[in-house]
């Protein structure tokens, strides 16, 4: 089984900043990319941001500048910082990631549970 568990998000005022991480752990044999989706309500759940096993990145084009992803090989986890933050960033936040498990030939797509992140005016 393979678990992403991210944590933090929560309130904050437009202007701050917020970063939180998401670890992914179980049976995980290798790591094609990690990311960040964001679904405000009502709306479709779109990409924020990709990092791939080597290290290049993604970013959702209204989005550059302010977000940034980040990871830490050894634990399997990644983050995401965001910076200059808006009413509009509000939304939950989920972790993806595209990874192989033990065992198995063909990776896999896998999702955190998601965390809320709200942006006060």
């Known amino acids: 089984q393979v678990q992403l568990v991210e944590s933090g998000g929560g309130l904050v005022q437009a202007g701050g900043s917020l970063r939180f991480p998401c670890a992914a752990s179980g049976s995980i044999f290798s790591m094609n990319r990690m990311a960040w989706y964001r679904q405000a309500p009502g709306k479709q759940r779109d990409l924020v941001a990709i990092l791939t096993s080597h290290g290049n990145t993604t970013y959702a084009d209204s989005l550059k500048g302010r977000f940034t992803i980040s990871r830490d090989n050894a634990k399997n986890t990644v983050y995401l910082q965001m910076n200059s933050l808006k009413p509009e960033d509000t939304a939950v936040y989920y972790c993806?990631?595209?990874?192989?498990?033990?065992?198995?030939?063909?990776?896999?797509?896998?999702w955190g549970q998601g965390t809320q992140v709200t942006v006060s005016s």
């Open positions: 993806n990631a595209i990874l192989r498990q033990t065992g198995r030939l063909l990776p896999n797509y896998f």
